[in-house]
């Protein structure tokens, strides 16, 4: 069991940046692959972001390529998406998750989820 805490949402103007942060804790990430999701008011929850932990692979959405960046410290056992040139469309709650499922261009969320953080774009 892992539990998966978020920090660093908040409110910036277009084009800013924030870094969200997703911190394990009950056990490290180990071999899994760590993502991050998003829902919009009245979307569904989609896919932005992963990373292998073990050996340090990326994946993007398109939507979001080239502005966000994910990361990982091992030391901190914590995963960061440092997300750049923020758009209005990108306001929505992020979700951190644990033991993401990848197949290709096929991704599937594992069972861990954390609880959510805002991010809000203004224009």
């Known amino acids: 069991q892992v539990e998966l805490i978020e920090s660093g949402g908040g409110l910036v103007q277009a084009g800013g940046s924030l870094r969200l942060s997703c911190a394990a804790s009950g056990r490290t990430f180990s071999s899994y692959i760590v993502g991050w999701f998003r829902q919009a008011p009245g979307k569904e929850r989609e896919f932005v972001a992963l990373?292998?932990?073990?050996?340090?692979?990326?994946y993007y959405a398109d939507s979001v390529k080239g502005r966000f960046t994910i990361s990982r410290d091992y030391a901190k056992n914590t995963v960061y998406l440092q997300m750049n040139n923020l758009e209005p469309e990108d306001t929505a709650v992020y979700y951190c998750n644990a033991d993401v499922g990848r197949l290709g261009v096929l991704i599937a969320p594992g069972d861990y989820w954390g609880q959510g953080t805002q991010v809000t774009v203004s224009s």
């Open positions: 990373i292998h932990w073990s050996g340090g692979s990326t």
